[in-house]
């Protein structure tokens, strides 16, 4: 028995010392004289969470790291729900309690920008989170290739009005709350740069296009933006044989329709048939068929080429047609983006307008009526049914007579090469 005795003490010694281990760790207290803990947990009222504690009986909660919340600064933890009595971490815990975190709004509370995600560009913010109501957020809008603008919302409220053009910026003042931005990017035209055109789309600055159809309305800024007409699509108006190369070919909103000159009397090619530009027609006013060099993008250089072999063998030949004066309708398709009305300077579409050869003028003059409407609406200078237009091509009859369409009736004819009264426009390929 007294064997027995000694054990159990022995045992109940080590007891005490599990005890003391345990307390000291402070995760739970077991005493030798039925000691107990208690449970203080953390309600953060939308805060970040915080992780309740277990605390000895009699012993002091552990103040915790403040909690964050958007929008709002930290107060203190309260003891009551109804947050009257701010509470003291010196307290003795004798029970389980809940502390109450409180939130200040306003002041040197702080809120977050939220940008959405955008296709074809986006937008970033300079700033995005804790920021201060009053302070001024940047925001930068970045189009993916020649795609624009088109809406910048905060909550919903247009500003796109208000986006520094060039640079695509926008400033905005801090509210007191949390925002939400999305953007728009977009063309100006229904179909995007890299869809294929059709006859009748009109062609807007940025590549993008809108079919024309009867009806259609647009806005002041596609109005202006607008830069030809497609008239053409097809292998039809290549020059020979080929047949395996598609063009598209619109026509430009700008003519001149004070009469010019195809070439000066005194230009060199004045007095000269040149075969490489003829483009001879068959059929009745209305319903010609072309041969020959139907495509006349390069028809100028080709009266250069002319007049360098000439002058080879004549000394008196010279190759003039540097000389924009000399040539007054190639060179007002040349310098098409001086023209009035033309609206192409400072685009893509700057360069590559030619004066159309006799095939490409008649297919234009098919498609009158439509081209008509739609360059009327894109406000430009529609062509005068009344009036004949210079073509680039070499009438073959006669050496000083170059070949022009009257949109009258369809039906071509040659004209001295310094008339003055036909018509020009310009064309182009997209």
């Given at each position: 028995m007294k064997h027995f005795k000694g054990r159990a003490a022995a045992l109940l010694s080590v007891l005490g010392f599990i005890s003391l281990v345990s307390c000291s760790g402070g995760t739970s207290y077991v005493g030798t004289s039925g000691g107990t803990s208690y449970t203080v947990t953390f309600e953060t009222n939308g805060g970040s969470a915080v992780d309740p504690q277990t605390v000895a009986a009699g012993e002091t909660a552990k103040k915790p790291e403040d909690p964050k919340k958007d929008g709002c600064d930290f107060g203190g933890w309260y003891a009551d729900s109804g947050l009257a009595s701010e509470f003291s971490f010196t307290t003795k815990i004798t029970k389980n309690i809940t502390l109450y975190a409180r939130w200040i709004d306003g002041g040197s509370a702080t809120y977050k920008v939220t940008v959405e995600t955008s296709t074809n560009g986006g937008v970033t913010a300079d700033k995005t989170t804790g920021v201060a109501e009053g302070s001024t957020v940047t925001l930068t809008a970045k189009p993916s290739g020649t795609a624009r603008l088109k809406s910048l919302k905060i909550d919903g409220t247009e500003q796109v009005a208000s986006v520094?053009?060039?640079?695509?910026?926008?400033?905005?003042?801090?509210?007191?709350?949390?925002?939400?931005?999305?953007?728009?990017?977009?063309?100006?035209?229904?179909?995007?740069?890299?869809?294929?055109?059709?006859?009748?789309?009109?062609?807007?600055?940025?590549g993008s296009a809108t079919p024309y159809a009867d009806g259609l309305t647009l806005t002041d800024d596609q109005k202006s933006a607008a830069v030809a007409v497609i008239f053409y699509v097809g292998t039809g108006l290549n020059s020979g044989d080929n047949t395996a190369t598609s063009r598209t070919l619109g026509v430009g909103l700008a003519q001149n329709q004070s009469g010019l000159a195809w070439c000066l009397n005194s230009a060199s090619a004045y007095s000269w048939d040149i075969d490489t530009i003829q483009c001879p027609a068959s059929g009745s006013a209305g319903s010609l068929t072309f041969t020959g060099d139907r495509n006349g993008s390069d028809n100028l250089l080709k009266i250069s080429d002319f007049l360098r072999n000439k002058s080879i063998t004549d000394n008196t030949v010279t190759d003039d047609t540097a000389t924009a004066a000399s040539y007054p309708a190639f060179y007002f398709a040349e310098n098409y983006k001086s023209q009035t009305g033309s609206r192409v300077s400072g685009t893509d579409y700057e360069s590559g307008w030619y004066l159309p050869?006799?095939?490409?003028?008649?297919?234009?003059?098919?498609?009158?009526?439509?081209?008509?409407?739609?360059?009327?609406?894109?406000?430009?200078?529609?062509?005068?049914?009344?009036?004949?237009?210079?073509?680039?091509?070499?009438?073959?009859?006669?050496?000083?007579?170059?070949?022009?369409?009257g949109f009258s009736y369809g039906d071509w004819y040659g004209y001295s090469k310094y008339s003055t009264s036909r018509y020009v426009c310009a064309v182009r390929a997209f």
């Open positions: 520094t053009a060039g640079t695509r910026e926008f400033t905005f003042a801090m509210p007191a709350k949390n925002v939400t931005v999305t953007a728009e990017f977009g063309w100006i035209g229904t179909k995007e740069p890299s869809e294929a055109k059709a006859v009748g789309d009109i062609v807007f600055n940025d050869s006799i095939a490409e003028l008649f297919q234009i003059w098919t498609k009158r009526t439509d081209l008509n409407n739609a360059i009327a609406l894109c406000a430009g200078t529609g062509f005068d049914l009344s009036k004949y237009y210079w073509s680039s091509s070499q009438y073959a009859s006669d050496d000083d007579y170059a070949s022009g369409l």
